[in-house]
Protein backbone atom coordinates (compact mmCIF):
# COMPACT_ATOMS: atom_id res chain seq x y z
CA UNK A 1 0.00 0.00 0.00
CA UNK A 2 1.28 3.19 -0.99
CA UNK A 3 1.41 5.91 1.41
CA UNK A 4 1.20 9.92 0.77
CA UNK A 5 2.24 12.14 3.10
CA UNK A 6 1.18 16.57 2.33
CA UNK A 7 3.17 19.26 3.66
CA UNK A 8 3.57 22.90 2.99
CA UNK A 9 0.27 24.42 3.16
CA UNK A 10 -0.32 27.72 5.27
CA UNK A 11 -1.72 31.42 4.97
CA UNK A 12 -0.16 33.66 2.00
CA UNK A 13 -0.96 36.93 0.80
CA UNK A 14 -2.11 37.25 -2.90
CA UNK A 15 1.00 37.27 -5.14
CA UNK A 16 3.16 35.30 -2.55
CA UNK A 17 4.75 31.91 -3.17
CA UNK A 18 4.03 28.43 -1.08
CA UNK A 19 5.65 24.95 -2.18
CA UNK A 20 3.87 21.75 -0.97
CA UNK A 21 5.81 18.68 -0.61
CA UNK A 22 4.12 15.06 -1.35
CA UNK A 23 6.54 12.03 0.95
CA UNK A 24 5.61 8.49 -1.00
CA UNK A 25 6.26 5.72 0.90
CA UNK A 26 7.69 4.03 -2.66
CA UNK A 27 9.90 4.58 -5.12
CA UNK A 28 7.72 7.46 -7.38
CA UNK A 29 9.41 6.14 -10.56
CA UNK A 30 6.94 3.31 -9.38
CA UNK A 31 3.90 5.58 -10.21
CA UNK A 32 2.47 6.20 -13.17
CA UNK A 33 1.06 9.64 -12.23
CA UNK A 34 1.79 11.49 -9.10
CA UNK A 35 -0.84 14.55 -9.08
CA UNK A 36 -1.81 17.81 -7.59
CA UNK A 37 -5.72 18.15 -6.74
CA UNK A 38 -7.20 20.93 -4.91
CA UNK A 39 -11.21 21.62 -3.26
CA UNK A 40 -12.18 24.91 -2.51
CA UNK A 41 -15.80 24.87 -0.02
CA UNK A 42 -18.59 24.44 -1.72
CA UNK A 43 -16.52 23.33 -5.20
CA UNK A 44 -15.54 19.82 -6.75
CA UNK A 45 -11.95 18.45 -6.67
CA UNK A 46 -9.85 19.81 -9.61
CA UNK A 47 -7.02 18.82 -11.12
CA UNK A 48 -4.33 21.19 -10.43
CA UNK A 49 -1.07 19.88 -12.12
CA UNK A 50 -0.34 16.15 -13.16
CA UNK A 51 3.72 14.38 -13.37
CA UNK A 52 3.58 11.35 -15.37
CA UNK A 53 6.78 8.96 -15.08
CA UNK A 54 6.79 9.28 -18.75
CA UNK A 55 5.76 12.40 -20.48
CA UNK A 56 5.05 16.07 -20.16
CA UNK A 57 3.30 17.84 -17.02
CA UNK A 58 0.13 18.90 -17.22
CA UNK A 59 -1.52 21.98 -15.52
CA UNK A 60 -4.99 23.32 -15.17
CA UNK A 61 -5.27 26.43 -17.14
CA UNK A 62 -5.93 28.12 -13.92
CA UNK A 63 -2.77 27.78 -12.73
CA UNK A 64 -0.16 27.78 -15.89
CA UNK A 65 2.63 30.05 -15.79
CA UNK A 66 2.25 30.12 -11.81
CA UNK A 67 2.52 26.85 -10.46
CA UNK A 68 5.04 23.99 -11.39
CA UNK A 69 5.18 20.19 -10.35
CA UNK A 70 8.14 18.31 -9.97
CA UNK A 71 10.12 15.54 -7.98
CA UNK A 72 13.49 13.98 -6.64
CA UNK A 73 13.11 10.62 -6.89
CA UNK A 74 16.25 10.40 -4.27
CA UNK A 75 13.79 11.59 -1.48
CA UNK A 76 10.47 10.10 -3.23
CA UNK A 77 8.75 13.62 -2.74
CA UNK A 78 7.05 15.42 -5.67
CA UNK A 79 6.44 19.17 -4.73
CA UNK A 80 4.51 22.14 -6.13
CA UNK A 81 5.85 25.59 -6.82
CA UNK A 82 2.84 27.98 -6.23
CA UNK A 83 3.64 31.75 -7.13
CA UNK A 84 1.79 34.65 -7.89
CA UNK A 85 -0.91 33.05 -5.32
CA UNK A 86 -4.22 34.90 -5.49
CA UNK A 87 -7.51 33.94 -3.34
CA UNK A 88 -9.15 31.47 -5.92
CA UNK A 89 -6.19 29.22 -5.10
CA UNK A 90 -7.60 28.89 -1.68
CA UNK A 91 -8.40 24.98 -1.11
CA UNK A 92 -7.29 22.22 0.30
CA UNK A 93 -4.75 20.50 -2.01
CA UNK A 94 -4.30 16.74 -2.65
CA UNK A 95 -1.14 14.49 -3.29
CA UNK A 96 -2.56 11.60 -5.58
CA UNK A 97 -0.53 8.55 -7.15
CA UNK A 98 -1.74 6.82 -10.12
CA UNK A 99 0.42 3.11 -9.77
CA UNK A 100 0.80 -0.38 -11.28
CA UNK A 101 -2.40 -2.06 -8.99
CA UNK A 102 -3.75 1.14 -7.30
CA UNK A 103 -4.28 4.64 -6.28
CA UNK A 104 -3.83 6.65 -3.61
CA UNK A 105 -4.54 10.04 -2.10
CA UNK A 106 -2.97 11.89 0.54
CA UNK A 107 -4.86 13.53 3.81
CA UNK A 108 -4.48 17.33 2.30
CA UNK A 109 -2.50 20.30 3.07
CA UNK A 110 -4.70 23.80 3.40
CA UNK A 111 -3.78 26.66 1.37
CA UNK A 112 -5.29 29.79 2.19
CA UNK A 113 -4.50 32.91 0.58
CA UNK A 114 -5.90 36.34 1.87
CA UNK A 115 -4.55 39.56 3.17
Known amino acids: QVQLVESGGGLVQPGGSLRLSCAAS????????MGWYRQAPGKQRELVAA???????NYADSVKGRFTISRDSAKDTVYLQMNSLKSEDTAVYYC?????????WGQGTQVTVSS
Open 26 to 33: INIFSINV
Open 51 to 57: LPNFGDP
Open 96 to 104: NADYIGGMT
